[in-house]
């Protein structure tokens, strides 16, 4: 607990950065598997590119991969 109270505001905020990545890159990995309207190929491909090029592959899931299962799940009107 005291190394916790001693970290300087940079180390906090590094900390915080990892711990909100881990999360992230946790949701894409159980999302893609949740998918049904992603084919085994695509869910292999998703999970691969989240092992080998974490950061890249959590940001390119979320504004691409993620609004692509939006627009095609949206209620019709």
Same mark, same amino acid.
């Given at each position: &607990?005291?190394? %916790?109270?001693? &970290?300087? +505001?940079?180390?906090?905020?590094?900390?915080?950065? !990892?711990?909100?990545?881990?999360?992230?890159?946790?949701? &894409?990995?159980?999302?893609?598997?949740?998918?049904?309207?992603?084919?085994? +190929?695509?869910?292999?491909?998703?999970?691969?590119? +989240? %092992?080998?090029?974490?950061?890249?592959? !959590?940001?390119?899931?979320?504004? !691409? +991969?993620? =609004? =692509?299962?939006?627009?095609?799940?949206?209620?019709?009107?």
């Amino acid at each position: &607990m005291d190394n %916790l109270l001693a &970290m300087t +505001g940079a180390q906090l905020t590094i900390t915080i950065l !990892v711990i909100a990545f881990y999360a992230a890159f946790i949701w &894409m990995l159980v999302d893609v598997l949740r998918r049904n309207d992603l084919g085994a +190929g695509a869910k292999v491909l998703w999970i691969f590119a +989240g %092992l080998l090029f974490s950061l890249v592959a !959590v940001l390119l899931y979320v504004f !691409v +991969g993620k =609004r =692509r299962h939006s627009e095609g799940t949206a209620a019709p009107q």
